[in-house]
T-cell receptor, first 115, second 113 residues
Framework: AQSVAQPEDQVNVAEGNPLTVKCTYSVSGNPYLFWYVQYPNRGLQFLLKYITGDNLVKGSYGFEAEFNKSQTSFHLKKPSALVSDSALYFCAVRDRGGGADGLTFGKGTHLIIQP | SQTIHQWPATLVQPVGSPLSLECTVEGTSNPNLYWYRQAAGRGLQLLFYSVGIGQISSEVPQNLSASRPQDRQFILSSKKLLLSDSGFYLC????????????FGPGTRLTVL
C-alpha cells in the first residue's frame, strides 16, 4: 500500500519570504510524485512531478520540489512567496508498478501568505 | 488542447434520491478516467477509474457506481443517496498510467439533505 503524509495542516509565510510545504511518502517500489494546488471551490491544478533523473524538479508559477529518496520526501519550495500563492496544496504518489490506477493524495496543506 | 467538463457544478439532493454526475473530456482519445471525492475541503479519495469503454475499477465499496458509455464520458451514479455522500466530486483524466499527469475538472459540489 502507498501513502502520503503532509505533516502541517497550515503554513504561514510573509510575502517575499521563501516557503516550504512538506511531504513524505511510502511506496513498496519506486515512486512517481506530484504536487497540485487547489483554489476555493475549484478543481486541482498540476504544479510539477518527479519521474526520474534530476532530484530538483521545476514547475509552474516558480515552484520547485526536491526528491530525497533516503528521507522519502518531496518538499515543495518557492524562493519568494506571493499573496496569490495562498491556496491548498496536495502532494500525491503513485508506485511505478501501479499501472493505471489513481493517485494517493495527502490530506493537503493550507498555505497562507501574509502581506 | 484538451479540456475536461463536469456538470452540474452544484447539486442539492434529498436523502434517498438518485444521482447522476457527468464528466466529459475533449481533445483526446482513449483517456484514463477517474472519479475522486473530497470531503470537507481536504484529502481526495479515489472512487473509480477506467482504462476504456465499459471497463470500471472500484477502489472503495460504497453507495456509488460508475459507468463509461463512451470513450470520453464518465458517469457517477447512485440509486439512493445517503447523507455521507455529500462532498466535492472531482473527475480527472490522463493520457495513460504510470508517470502520466492527471488533469482535473472543475468539480461538482453535492449536498445531501
Amino acid at each position: 500500500a502507498q501513502s502520503v503524509a503532509q505533516p502541517e495542516d497550515q503554513v504561514n509565510v510573509a510575502e517575499g519570504n521563501p516557503l516550504t510545504v512538506k511531504c513524505t511518502y511510502s511506496v513498496s517500489g519506486n515512486p512517481y510524485l506530484f504536487w497540485y494546488v487547489q483554489y476555493p471551490n475549484r478543481g486541482l491544478q498540476f504544479l510539477l512531478k518527479y519521474i526520474t533523473g534530476d532530484n530538483l524538479v521545476k514547475g509552474s508559477y516558480g515552484f520547485e520540489a526536491e526528491f530525497n529518496k533516503s528521507q522519502t520526501s518531496f518538499h515543495l519550495k518557492k524562493p519568494s512567496a506571493l499573496v496569490s500563492d495562498s491556496a491548498l496544496y496536495f502532494c500525491a504518489v503513485r508506485d511505478r508498478g501501479g499501472g493505471a490506477d489513481g493517485l494517493t493524495f495527502g490530506k493537503g496543506t493550507h498555505l497562507i501568505i501574509q502581506p | 488542447s484538451q479540456t475536461i467538463h463536469q456538470w452540474p457544478a452544484t447539486l442539492v439532493q434529498p436523502v434517498g434520491s438518485p444521482l447522476s454526475l457527468e464528466c466529459t473530456v475533449e481533445g483526446t482519445s482513449n483517456p484514463n478516467l477517474y472519479w475522486y471525492r473530497q470531503a470537507a475541503g481536504r484529502g481526495l479519495q479515489l472512487l473509480f477509474y477506467s482504462v476504456g469503454i465499459g471497463q470500471i475499477s472500484s477502489e472503495v465499496p460504497q453507495n456509488l457506481s460508475a459507468s463509461r458509455p463512451q470513450d470520453r464520458q464518465f458517469i457517477l451514479s447512485s440509486k439512493k443517496l445517503l447523507l455521507s455522500d455529500s462532498g466535492f466530486y472531482l473527475c480527472a483524466w490522463s493520457p495513460g498510467g504510470g508517470a502520466d499527469t492527471q488533469y482535473f475538472g472543475p468539480g461538482t459540489r453535492l449536498t445531501v439533505l
